[in-house]
């Protein structure tokens, strides 16, 4: 089970990390996943942020582009979203997920909320 944190009410320029632990999932497992982080606001559509393969290859939106980070620390099973530079277009539920093979895993959500 995914367990997603670190969400909250941020000033415009600001910054979050988010965290992402992997309940119970065995280091294979985690450290040979594709890990993601995907954004939702009201009336949208989910949309994928970032993405870090097992390779450590990431892949960003170009909208986060230069100013969010995804990593991971395997031995915590824990991986995270460094969001620097917030703009108000970044205000979303972000959920994360990890895929190994056909399996999917999503954590429940946190939300982000960037406003003055």
């Known amino acids: 089970q995914l367990q997603a944190s670190g969400g909250g009410l941020v000033r415009p320029g600001g910054s979050l990390r988010l965290s992402c632990k992997c309940n119970?999932?065995?280091?294979?497992?985690?450290?040979?996943?594709?890990l993601a982080w995907y954004r939702q606001d009201p009336g949208s559509q989910r949309e994928s942020v970032a993405t870090?393969?097992?390779?450590?290859?990431?892949n960003y939106a170009d909208s986060v582009q230069g100013r969010f980070t995804i990593s991971k620390d395997n031995t915590k099973r824990t991986f995270y979203l460094q969001m620097n530079s917030l703009r108000p277009e970044d205000t979303a539920v972000y959920y994360c997920k990890a895929t190994y093979g056909t399996r999917e895993y999503w954590g429940q959500g946190t939300e982000v909320t960037v406003s003055s």
């Open positions: 119970g999932m065995i280091l294979s497992t985690f450290s040979g996943s594709t």
């Open positions: 870090l393969g097992p390779n450590r290859v990431t």
